[in-house]
């Protein structure tokens, strides 16, 4: 298949693998930008395996990202191909792997180490409770994941989320009300299991 290069003969649904000899995190290379957006606005777009190896072809780490971690935010579009080379005008993406939260990086091979499955379908399973197909409200609530994520303690406050509101701003400028949202995907992050209510205005991470 054009975007997928396994499929689970069990359930059903489709893989994409992306190989490279480096560290998996920054940016990965990836096809037409067009086609890209296309996929992620779509229910058919493939988990992502990404796979590590070094120089002898030995498997270093492998992770897995839902499909539901994908948002146009995560994609950068490549300049076009110039007008000497083959494909001129073509213009392909980056998956920005550093845009996706640490809980849509799902390990399966740490360091030559296979992590026991039943740890990664279960982190699996959790984070799943959060999918949603619609665009905007994914891409809102894995924004504050992100913010939640750069707070280095297990236990915050919503002021301390507040804190983000530029950040939130400028990547949803169209939004008015940064702070309500901000309170909604809190809520919707509690409400899946990914957070915990402690007291009014604090959370602690799961």
Same mark, same amino acid.
């Given at each position: 298949?054009?975007?997928?290069? !396994?499929?689970?003969?069990?359930?059903?649904?489709? !893989? %994409?693998?992306?190989?490279?000899?480096? =560290?998996?995190?920054?940016?990965?290379?990836? &096809?037409?930008?067009? =086609?890209?957006?296309?996929?992620?606005?779509?229910?058919?777009?493939?988990?992502?395996?990404?796979?590590?190896?070094?120089?002898?072809? %030995?498997?270093?780490?492998?992770?897995?990202?839902?499909? !539901? *971690? *994908?948002?146009?935010?995560?994609?950068?579009?490549?300049?076009?191909?110039?007008?000497?080379?083959?494909?001129?005008?073509?213009?392909?993406?980056?998956? $920005?792997?550093?845009?996706?939260?640490?809980?849509?990086?799902?390990?399966?091979?740490?360091?030559?180490?296979?992590?026991?499955?039943?740890?990664?379908?279960?982190? +699996?399973?959790?984070?799943?409770?959060?999918?949603?197909?619609?665009?905007?409200?994914?891409?809102?609530?894995?924004?504050?994941?992100?913010?939640?994520?750069?707070?280095?303690?297990?236990? !915050? =406050?919503?002021? %301390?989320?507040?804190? *983000?509101?530029? %950040? $939130?701003?400028?990547?949803?400028?169209?939004?008015?009300?940064?702070?309500?949202?901000?309170?909604?995907?809190?809520?919707?992050?509690?409400?899946?299991?990914?957070?915990? *209510?402690?007291?009014? &205005?604090? +959370?602690?991470?799961?």
């Amino acid at each position: 298949m054009p975007v997928a290069d !396994f499929q689970c003969k069990h359930c059903g649904e489709i !893989f %994409e693998l992306k190989s490279k000899n480096g =560290t998996i995190d920054g940016k990965l290379s990836d &096809g037409a930008y067009g =086609t890209m957006m296309e996929r992620i606005t779509s229910t058919t777009n493939p988990d992502l395996f990404v796979l590590r190896y070094a120089r002898s072809l %030995e498997v270093i780490d492998l992770i897995i990202i839902p499909k !539901f *971690f *994908f948002t146009p935010q995560v994609i950068e579009k490549r300049k076009p191909l110039s007008a000497t080379a083959r494909r001129a005008g073509w213009t392909g993406c980056n998956i $920005l792997l550093s845009e996706i939260p640490k809980q849509g990086r799902i390990p399966i091979i740490t360091n030559q180490k296979v992590v026991d499955p039943k740890e990664v379908v279960s982190k +699996y399973r959790n984070i799943s409770a959060v999918q949603t197909n619609n665009i905007e409200n994914r891409s809102w609530l894995l924004d504050v994941l992100n913010c939640i994520n750069k707070i280095d303690k297990g236990q !915050f =406050t919503l002021s %301390e989320v507040y804190e *983000f509101q530029n %950040e $939130l701003q400028r990547r949803h400028p169209d939004n008015h009300n940064v702070e309500a949202k901000i309170r909604q995907q809190l809520q919707v992050l509690r409400d899946n299991g990914i957070l915990e *209510f402690v007291d009014r &205005g604090v +959370y602690r991470k799961r």
